[in-house]
């Protein structure tokens, strides 16, 4: 009786695995599809504002994917899947391209831009030919290099540090900007910021997060990296807030720009829209 339950157990993890394994693969299809025909893709944007009187300053751009059946999909699992399944250069191509229609469509609706932050994956990274892309699609639609931010983790730059330095800098001296993304989280190498040719750098959210619980020391975090980013010349921007309160104590922290619910959540381009003046 026992090794008949057994066997039923068994039956029922191996159903449970092959179930899995077909989501996982029909899902990849799914994105497969939206990468190629570009279905079901778009941009959403979020705000970058000042924190003292909360002016619009730039906005961040964030991949969204409606899957045919199932609605929308967080960034959070299908850019895993992109990057694990060797999608993430197409997909990567498609949010560039993205970006750069709807700021050319702003820009036709005679609103003034503002720098628009672009995510990036290591592989988009370390393409052979990546600033080479972006040069070439920033001159065929007419856009700025200073418009267009690259924002990446510094765990992009993890033993290759000399490497990515130097197409930072290449970036840098195209005229975009570089932000350090979700700073705090990853493997912080405190002795090589100094060289890392970036222009501002995003305190993660988690820290944000904790500001409201004093039991924790993210106050004493926060004070600290904003004091550090300052002597090293980078813009200091915090992530995810969402509270009063919050916003209340980065302001003591010396903090200068903020991201978060409690100014606006990501938005589709249309709605974005609305947040930029008439030039
Ligand atoms: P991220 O770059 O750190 O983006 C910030 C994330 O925090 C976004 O989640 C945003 O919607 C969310 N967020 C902003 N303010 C708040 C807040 O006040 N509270 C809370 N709870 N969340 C807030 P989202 O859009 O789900 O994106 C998740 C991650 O996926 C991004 O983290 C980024 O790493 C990645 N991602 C998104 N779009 C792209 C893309 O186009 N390319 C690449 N390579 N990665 C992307
Ligand atoms: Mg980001
Ligand atoms: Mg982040
Ligand atoms: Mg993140």
Redesign the pocket.
């Known amino acids: 009786r026992a090794k008949h339950e057994g066997r039923n157990t068994y039956r029922l993890y191996q159903a449970d695995i092959d179930r899995k394994a077909r989501d996982q693969l029909s899902m990849e299809t799914a994105l497969r599809n939206a990468v190629e025909t570009g279905e079901g893709l778009y941009?959403?944007y979020?705000p970058l504002v000042r924190r003292d009187n909360k002016q619009l300053i730039s906005a961040?751009?964030?991949?969204r994917w409606d899957h045919p059946e199932h609605g929308p999909i967080?960034?959070?699992k299908f850019?895993t899947l992109a990057e694990s399944s060797g999608l993430?250069l197409p997909?990567?191509k498609r949010?560039i391209d993205l970006v750069l229609e709807d700021m050319a469509r702003w820009r036709g609706a005679g609103k003034k831009l503002v720098p628009i932050a672009?995510?990036?994956?290591a592989a988009?990274f370390w393409q052979p030919d990546f600033v080479a892309t972006i040069k070439q699609k920033l001159h065929d639609n007419d856009i700025p290099a200073s418009l267009i931010t690259f924002?990446l983790t510094e765990s992009i730059l993890l033993n290759r540090q000399a490497d990515g330095t130097a197409l930072l800098q290449q970036l840098r001296e195209l005229g975009c900007g570089i932000a350090l993304?979700?700073f705090g989280t990853g493997y912080s190498s405190l002795s090589y910021l100094h060289n890392i040719p970036a222009h501002s750098l995003?305190i993660d959210?988690s820290f944000i997060e904790a500001l409201d619980h004093e039991e924790n020391n993210s106050r004493t975090i926060v004070a600290a990296i904003s004091s550090l980013a300052r002597e090293l010349g980078l813009k200091v921007v915090a992530?995810?807030?969402?509270t009063e309160q919050q916003w209340h104590l980065l302001g003591n922290y010396a903090i200068d720009f903020i991201?978060?619910?409690?100014i606006a959540?990501?938005q589709p381009q249309g709605q974005f829209a609305e947040h930029l003046s008439a030039r």
């Open positions: 941009m959403a979020q961040e751009a964030l991949a967080l960034p959070g850019i993430i997909l990567g949010v672009i995510n990036l994956s988009q924002e993304d979700d995003k959210r992530e995810g807030v969402e991201q978060g619910y409690l959540k990501p």
